[in-house]
């Protein structure tokens, strides 16, 4: 059965201070890996799509690395305004359906 | 250009009322979704559509039914409503195998 873990499930970090959010998965027949961030009281917004083991892509203070049974999230000295909950998701065979994880809760203070 | 967009944006029904939430896309897109989303797991596709007049069933689709007349539109009924289905509700559009766009969600709660 397909299936996504992400740990931790809440970080604290101190502005600045560089730290890695994890996503497991199984699944048979990877078609894609999904990061997403999602702010309270709304839906979640695109981050990245990774496809293959070594793939690597970066947005400002975001990297996403994947590997074939996990993917990570770096964030990279940190502000504020990066607290929100990241949702991982994996795209297996079939149609385009996406297996979430539950998010990890990012909170970052000043 | 809007995105997704879902009305209404919250909603409060009593045991057994039946309600419809709606979804609309500007973005020409082929596939839309709805899911649920409850505290401490992940999101759950309750239908889908592959395109305008098709819906298939996705992980937890009892207690609700979907309609896709128009290309643009999904629509996400409840017929008779339990408190289990209290839940934020998110359509969500993907140009078929792409990354899937979401919508700003529906908080409904039913007493």
């Known amino acids: 059965e397909d299936q996504v873990t992400q740990s931790p499930e809440a970080l604290r970090l101190q502005e600045g201070e560089s730290s890695s959010l994890n996503c497991s998965y199984t699944?048979?027949?990877?078609?894609?890996l999904f990061w997403y961030r999602q702010d309270p009281g709304k839906g979640p917004e695109f981050l990245f799509t990774?496809?293959?083991a070594g793939e690597e892509k970066e947005k400002e203070r975001l990297k996403a690395t994947l590997t074939k049974k996990e993917s990570f999230l770096h964030i990279t000295a940190p502000k504020p305004e990066d607290s929100a909950t990241y949702l991982c998701?994996?795209?297996?065979?079939?149609?385009?359906?996406?297996?979430f994880g539950a998010g990890t809760r990012l909170a970052v203070h000043p | 250009n809007a995105g997704v967009t879902q009305t209404p944006k919250f909603r409060v029904l009593k045991t057994g009322q039946s309600m419809t939430l709606l979804c609309a896309q500007d973005m020409n897109h082929e596939y839309m979704y709805w899911y649920r989303q409850d505290p401490g797991m992940g999101l759950r596709l309750i239908h889908y559509?592959?395109?305008?007049?098709?819906?298939a069933k996705g992980e937890v689709p009892d207690g609700y039914n979907v309609s896709r007349l128009k290309k643009q539109n999904f629509l996400l009924g409840l017929e008779s409503a339990a408190p289990s289905q209290t839940s934020v509700y998110f359509c969500?559009?993907?140009?078929?195998?792409?990354?899937?766009?979401f919508g700003p969600g529906t908080r409904l709660t039913v007493l």
């Open positions: 559509s592959v395109g305008e007049g098709t819906t």
């Open positions: 998701a994996v795209r297996g065979g079939g149609y385009n359906k996406l297996i």
């Open positions: 990774l496809y293959s």
């Open positions: 969500a559009s993907s140009d078929r195998a792409n990354e899937q766009f």
């Open positions: 699944v048979s027949g990877l078609r894609g």
